[in-house]
């Protein structure tokens, strides 16, 4: 897309005296502004290595401040891992890392749904003496309000697509039934997100970020581009019971100083830059307790687009970069511990993930490219779709290098403001291979599988099968693993996606991305949940006020 140009009125020719002087004064103005800012630094520096957190307080430092907290917009990883600590929902995601972190659980419902035989009808009840945060009780009208204010027209919140399918609910006493329109097999895990989190009934269909809540802490104060403070929940009855007594939220800091808060302990967590997690790795090798990586299912990969002549009716060139990919080199750009090489759609700890690699995770196979290759290139010429940051461009030249060597020769087109998932998301758009990374909304193989490679996903905009498979074999299939449950429909998807991505290769992932945590000395009992990131309702501290 090309941008208009931009005029500006050319400046008034300076004689070369004024010119000099100019000059000079910027000079000055510029050197005095650096002293002030050094000076300023060093003030606040000494300042903050004075502060000394609040006693049986989790201290949180943050660069921005969120968007929004009302449970039907928010929508940040930061948000959703705040909300984990005070949404109450029907079901929920336990407070458990790797696979079990996946497994939903009953939270403010007695029971996993009852669901009738056509599945099309899911009926919970409502545990009893239940409340919100300010005494209001739990019943199955606070869970009604949710879903009409995620389909409210004034509130436009992000959670009305997960809805898409629901004809329509009833709110009786403390039991709620939801009557769907067609089969969702994964409509369970949808009402894990936040966006349905228990709510008051008055709740307005305008965004209001202090609502009471039904999780183990609540808001208490909100002090917007400043401070957030949560306090644990009188009424609370839940088996997540909170170490500390609240959580503060500081925001506006630098990462370089977010660092220095938590080395220093007047900050507890906060997110630190790749760069400083390398040189703290350094510091503090072998203590594992405060400085950590854990594994997200976050999964990286390449769309190829099978709409285009290079890989249409194509699988041997599809197969041919899988086998040709440097997926060591290509981890490495993330930073240290900031990624793991992979094949697989599903990521290690998901349902449905088995440790069986169809591609070299290791060293690339180009004997084997460069013979599925021969006779398939169509040219030879591949366009890479890649976003505007250096990052981005980095891993597009280590993609292009490993092609070179299969015959495959690739122009870098970026996107820059717009982002290239975006452009790739528009159907039409001039791109043989988009560079994607992907986050699934829950603990589902289906927000993977299903979004990534379905065809009947396709539409004009806005796609998420950026590769633009399709096949009505894997359709089939697909609508086969859906009729399952439990284990047995994780297997099947399992299945699934490591058969297509031996046959038919449309995406070829190349990396699983990890969190890089840093907590203060004085943090215990840390967890790292799947889903949600830090549980920080279960963060204790080493401190005399603690529990």
């Not at 497994?103 to 009926?123: C, F, H, I, N």
């Not at 019943?139 to 309000?145: G, H, L, M, V």
Request: positive net charge; aromatic residues 8%.
């Amino acid at each position: 897309m090309q941008q208009e140009p931009t005029w500006t009125r050319p400046p008034r020719p300076k004689r070369p005296r004024e010119l000099v002087r100019t000059s000079i004064e910027i000079a000055a103005v510029a050197t005095l502004a650096v002293v002030v800012l050094v000076f300023v630094g060093i003030v606040l520096d000494r300042g903050r290595a004075k502060i000394a957190p609040p006693p049986n307080t989790l201290v949180v430092s943050q660069t921005e401040d969120f968007a929004s907290l009302d449970p039907a917009l928010a929508q940040s990883l930061e948000a959703w891992e705040l909300e984990y600590a005070t949404c109450g929902k029907l079901v929920n995601y336990p407070p458990r890392a790797g696979y079990t972190g996946t497994r939903l659980v009953p939270d403010l419902a007695e029971a996993m749904p009852q669901v009738s035989r056509d599945r099309l009808t899911y009926k919970f009840t409502i545990r009893p003496g239940r409340r919100l945060s300010n005494g209001d009780p739990v019943t199955a009208a606070s869970f009604a309000r949710a879903l009409e204010r995620a389909r409210s027209p004034e509130l436009l919140s992000p959670a009305a697509p997960y809805l898409r399918e629901v004809a329509g609910w009833r709110a009786r006493g403390q039991t709620l039934t939801i009557r769907l329109t067609t089969v969702a097999p994964d409509f369970t895990q949808r009402l894990a997100l936040p966006y349905f989190c228990a709510v008051p009934t008055w709740a307005p269909n305008q965004q209001v970020d202090n609502l009471p809540s039904a999780g183990p802490f609540a808001i208490a104060h909100y002090n917007r581009g400043r401070s957030l403070l949560l306090q644990r929940n009188p009424y609370y009855r839940g088996p997540r019971r909170p170490h500390v007594a609240a959580i503060l939220y500081h925001f506006g800091a630098f990462g370089s100083q977010i660092r220095l808060e938590l080395e220093r302990g007047s900050a507890d967590y906060g997110q630190i830059s790749p760069a400083a997690f390398q040189a703290l790795a350094s510091k503090f090798r072998g203590d594992r307790r405060h400085l950590f990586v854990a594994q997200q299912p976050v999964v990286a990969y390449l769309a190829l687009n099978t709409q285009r002549p290079l890989f249409r009716n194509n699988p041997a060139l599809r197969r041919a970069v899988n086998y040709a990919l440097d997926r060591p080199d290509l981890a490495r750009l993330f930073g240290q511990g900031g990624a793991t090489p992979a094949d697989e759609y599903l990521p290690p700890g998901f349902p449905g993930y088995e440790p069986k690699h169809v591609y070299p995770v290791g060293l690339p196979d180009l004997a084997t490219a460069r013979r599925l290759a021969r006779g398939h290139l169509r040219g030879g010429h591949a366009v890479f779709l890649s976003c505007g940051s250096q990052d981005c461009k980095d891993r597009a030249v280590v993609v292009a290098d490993s092609l070179k060597k299969i015959g495959l020769h690739v122009r870098i087109d970026s996107a820059p403001g717009l982002g290239q998932f975006t452009l790739a998301g528009v159907k039409g758009t001039r791109f043989d291979i988009a560079d994607v990374i992907t986050r699934p909304d829950y603990g589902d193989p289906y927000a993977l599988v299903d979004k990534l490679l379905d065809s009947r996903v396709i539409r004009a905009v806005g796609n998420t099968n950026v590769s633009y498979f399709e096949s009505p074999r894997f359709d089939r299939s697909i609508d086969a693993a859906q009729q399952l449950t439990g284990i047995e429909r994780d297997r099947a998807y399992g299945r699934l996606g490591l058969a297509v991505a031996r046959t038919e290769a449309p995406l070829a992932a190349y990396a699983v991305l990890n969190a890089r945590v840093f907590v203060s000395a004085r943090v215990g009992c840390v967890t790292y949940q799947s889903v949600y990131g830090l549980d920080l309702a279960g963060v204790c501290l080493r401190t005399a006020g603690g529990d």
